[in-house]
């Protein structure tokens, strides 16, 4: 079974470099799309949101930057180790957290390298579409509508 927890503030710090390395040769025009330094990017990451390690059983499998904003949940990273992936691991992450933040987000958002076609392909395979809104170049924000409790879909924002 998966399940995560509020990482430890060492499992935080380690995490750090790995979001840095998501960006890829991409770094220097992501941090500019974001009108950050690494340094400011880092400080972002210390203080917004939280970071969770996903175990399965007493091994951890991989770590997950979630934030809360309003009735949006914004993964900021999500990272299922190497050795693990292939598994369901990611999927079991997305669903479960969909799952514990039902009735309180209307849209679950991420961004993804475009060359990341193994994480875009589970994205699209769990309903994530996307967003069409401007990011850094090589990276794409995609979007996941969910159906409010009433039963009716969520508003559609523009």
């Known amino acids: 079974m998966i399940r995560h927890a509020p990482a430890t503030e060492e499992e935080r710090a380690a995490f750090f470099p790995t979001i840095v390395q998501l960006l890829g040769d991409d770094e220097e025009d992501a941090l500019a799309h974001l009108g950050m330094s690494r340094e400011e990017l880092e400080a972002a990451y210390q203080e917004i949101g939280e970071v969770r390690t996903v175990r399965e059983g007493d091994v951890s499998v991989g ?63 769990e309903g994530f579409r996307d967003a069409c809104v401007s990011t850094a170049p090589g990276f794409v924000v995609l979007r996941k509508r969910l159906h409010r409790a009433s039963g009716g879909a969520a508003d559609e924002e523009g």
């Open 63 to 125: 770590t997950v930057w979630v934030e809360l904003r309003d009735r949006e949940l914004h993964i900021h990273g999500i990272v299922v180790d190497a050795e693990q992936r292939g598994r369901g691991i990611g999927t079991a992450i997305l669903r479960g957290l969909e799952s514990e933040f039902a009735g309180r987000i209307d849209v679950m958002e991420l961004g993804v390298r475009l060359s990341n076609q193994e994480a875009r392909r589970l994205y699209a395979r």
